[in-house]
């Protein structure tokens, strides 16, 4: 059995020289209800199979922005800089593969605007950096990324 692939974004910005990220409240409709996430998802067996086939990250990339685009309806290819560095966590039974987005003020406000959050979701806030350890992750091993994720952002302010 191939191993799942989860894709997803950590889109931040800075707000008064402190780093900020968009994270997303699952609903109490769907499994893990109330807990935080980045936008993400699982990759359908046909986008695995391609990224088999290329071994090539577009693919992944590819992944991140549908399923972004399913639970938000931002296209965040379309605002903000994805960086070159990325998260990578991987397990027995999946890999985890995050894109880092960098916004600015501008784009942060062009994104609150756009958002329209599906059913999986029925909350957002760009949370401070420093904070989100505070939060209930839907991942049990998102707390273990918090320090890979804090080190590309505070790279990149």
């Not at 391609?50 to 931002?74: P, Y």
Request: hydrophobic share 40%; net charge negative.
């Amino acid at each position: 059995m191939k191993k799942q692939k989860i894709c997803g974004f950590v889109i931040f910005c800075e707000i008064e020289n402190n780093p900020f990220v968009l994270m997303l409240r699952r609903s109490s409709e769907v499994s893990e209800p109330l807990c935080w996430s980045f936008p993400m998802g699982h990759a359908d067996r046909h986008e695995v199979d391609q990224f088999e086939k290329t071994k090539s990250l577009i693919e992944l990339l590819k992944v991140a922005q549908r399923e972004a685009i399913e639970e938000t309806s931002v296209d965040f290819f379309k605002i903000g800089d994805i960086l070159p560095t990325g998260i990578v966590y991987s397990s027995k039974k999946l890999d985890l593969y995050l894109f880092v987005v960098k916004a600015n003020n501008t784009e942060r406000g062009k994104i609150n605007k756009q958002i329209k959050l599906n059913f999986e979701n029925d909350d957002y806030a760009w949370i401070r950096l420093d904070e989100i350890r505070n939060l209930s992750f839907t991942h049990s091993k998102m707390n273990d990324l918090i320090d890979s994720i804090s080190g590309v952002v505070y790279e990149n302010c």
